[in-house]
């Protein structure tokens, strides 16, 4: 079969939930096409990447030499000016000719000015694209809506967007969030008996966007704490996703029972090992259902209907420990977390089959013809001046 080359939108080194809907969305895509010469390239929101405002790309297309760094004055300029895109990723002038698909890895930001770029690219190279597992709706602009009104597939994660005018109006559909199969189908773990939890938890001091206020972070301390006291045959660790979180919670319960690692894909070996899942995460929820893990999601904001997709239990920083004891005792009877993990597995892999031949049917043509987008479109450009 032919190669494909498939670009996502996503994040590399930022947010490990972006990898793991990242690695469903090519699960997906894999069974899809049935193919397997797929390769991927990614649009890299990563914040240190990427601007917040995309549209103004100020030096980032300028292609340096490879000898730049001789120029010592140069080199300094370059640290201030961010001269060049050196990210192994889409860059603001990359030719994509060659280029058969694009694909939105559901995240809440997919249609702010960091991604403007993406659309333009779509629209440049007349790609067909996916927009899959989205968090969240908002405002769109014309090249945004020139795009989505002829993607093949347009799916939310939580079903309350479901109201939104723009679900409305291009007939957008709910779907488990594609990180549901970052996980081989196959390469799930049936759990028996509850030996082990993992309690996911980040910080208050966290980058931006991916810390947790103060309430909920000091109440799963406690419960933490509370059930590590009253249930001391069971083994707690504590999973972080972010280097950010290690130190307060080394300090809070123990270097040897704090675990991390750099690479995403390290994750579903690390969260195998565990037999229940307690998360402030949506994804530390997601990555545990994947792999058949009971979970139980501590919501503390909008992402939490993401988890509904997953069958977490929800509770909230407004529990008392003993009504978080209650759903945490349900668990130590062996039936019932057997049933739990086994109805889990059976739910990812009938809903990854629904996806499959959802976005199957909603392809008109597997060779993924061009797109032919409005030609009215007038596409950003950098003619902003930079900032006084």
Same mark, same amino acid.
């Given at each position: 079969?032919?190669?494909?080359? *498939?670009?996502?939108? !996503?994040?590399?080194?930022?947010?490990?939930?972006?990898?793991?809907?990242?690695?469903?969305?090519?699960?997906?895509?894999?069974?899809?096409?049935?193919?397997?010469?797929?390769?991927?390239?990614?649009?890299?929101?990563? /914040?240190?990447?990427?601007?917040?405002?995309?549209?103004?790309?100020?030096?980032?297309?300028?292609?340096?030499?490879?000898?730049?760094?001789?120029?010592?004055?140069?080199?300094?300029?370059?640290?201030?000016?961010?001269?060049?895109?050196?990210?192994?990723?889409?860059?603001?002038?990359?030719?994509?000719?060659?280029?058969?698909?694009?694909?939105?890895?559901?995240?809440?930001?997919?249609?702010?000015?960091?991604?403007?770029?993406?659309?333009? +690219?779509?629209?440049?190279?007349?790609?067909?694209?996916?927009?899959?597992?989205?968090?969240?709706?908002?405002? *769109? $602009?014309?090249?945004? %809506?020139?795009?989505?009104?002829?993607?093949?597939?347009?799916?939310?994660?939580?079903?309350?967007?479901?109201? +939104?005018?723009?679900?409305?109006?291009?007939?957008?559909?709910?779907?488990?969030?594609?990180?549901?199969?970052?996980?081989?189908?196959?390469?799930?773990?049936?759990?028996? !008996?509850?030996?082990?939890? @993992?309690?996911?938890?980040?910080?208050?001091? !966290?980058?931006?966007?991916?810390?947790?206020?103060?309430?909920?972070?000091?109440?799963?301390? $406690?419960?933490?704490? =509370?059930?590590?006291?009253?249930?001391?045959?069971?083994?707690?660790?504590? *999973?972080? +996703?972010?280097?950010?979180?290690?130190?307060?919670?080394?300090?809070?319960?123990?270097?040897?029972?704090?675990?991390? +690692?750099?690479?995403?894909?390290? =994750?579903?070996?690390?969260?195998?090992?565990?037999?229940?899942?307690?998360?402030?995460?949506?994804?530390?929820?997601?990555?545990? @259902?994947?792999?058949?893990?009971?979970?139980?999601?501590?919501?503390?904001?909008?992402?939490?209907?993401?988890? %509904?997709?997953?069958?977490?239990?929800?509770?909230?920083?407004?529990?008392? /420990? !003993?009504?978080?004891?209650?759903?945490?005792?349900?668990?130590?009877?062996?039936? =019932?977390?057997?049933?739990?993990?086994?109805?889990?597995?059976?739910?990812?892999?009938?809903?990854?089959? $629904? =996806?499959?031949?959802?976005?199957? %049917?909603?392809? /008109?043509?597997?060779?993924?013809?061009?797109?032919?987008?409005? %030609?009215?479109?007038?596409?950003?450009?950098?003619?902003?001046?930079?900032?006084?």
């Amino acid at each position: 079969m032919s190669n494909k080359f *498939i670009c996502y939108n !996503t994040t590399r080194q930022w947010n490990p939930g972006d990898e793991f809907i990242l690695f469903g969305c090519q699960n997906l895509c894999k069974k899809v096409f049935s193919n397997d010469n797929l390769y991927s390239l990614i649009y890299n929101r990563n /914040p240190d990447v990427r601007p917040m405002n995309g549209i103004t790309q100020g030096l980032r297309n300028i292609r340096l030499p490879n000898n730049y760094t001789e120029d010592y004055n140069f080199t300094k300029y370059d640290a201030w000016l961010r001269i060049g895109f050196n990210d192994n990723s889409i860059k603001f002038n990359s030719d994509l000719s060659f280029c058969d698909l694009a694909v939105f890895a559901g995240t809440p930001e997919w249609i702010s000015h960091r991604c403007i770029n993406f659309f333009e +690219h779509i629209l440049k190279n007349k790609l067909p694209t996916l927009i899959l597992g989205i968090g969240w709706l908002g405002n *769109i $602009d014309a090249p945004m %809506e020139a795009v989505i009104e002829k993607t093949y597939l347009f799916t939310v994660r939580s079903k309350i967007l479901l109201d +939104h005018d723009i679900a409305k109006k291009y007939n957008v559909v709910w779907m488990p969030c594609p990180a549901l199969y970052c996980v081989d189908i196959g390469n799930e773990r049936q759990i028996t !008996t509850l030996k082990k939890c @993992a309690i996911v938890l980040g910080v208050t001091r !966290t980058v931006p966007f991916a810390g947790i206020d103060g309430k909920t972070f000091r109440f799963t301390v $406690d419960i933490a704490r =509370y059930l590590r006291n009253k249930y001391k045959n069971i083994e707690f660790k504590f *999973i972080t +996703h972010y280097i950010d979180d290690i130190p307060e919670l080394v300090n809070l319960f123990g270097k040897e029972n704090v675990i991390y +690692h750099y690479d995403s894909s390290a =994750y579903p070996d690390i969260y195998r090992s565990f037999d229940l899942v307690l998360s402030t995460r949506v994804h530390g929820c997601g990555i545990a @259902a994947s792999l058949g893990i009971p979970n139980i999601n501590i919501a503390h904001d909008i992402r939490a209907d993401t988890c %509904e997709g997953f069958l977490s239990e929800i509770i909230n920083s407004d529990y008392t /420990p !003993t009504e978080v004891d209650d759903v945490f005792r349900k668990y130590l009877d062996d039936s =019932y977390i057997t049933e739990s993990s086994t109805n889990l597995i059976r739910y990812k892999h009938r809903t990854f089959q $629904d =996806y499959i031949k959802l976005i199957a %049917e909603n392809i /008109p043509d597997k060779t993924l013809s061009r797109i032919d987008y409005r %030609e009215d479109i007038c596409l950003p450009s950098d003619t902003s001046p930079p900032p006084n």
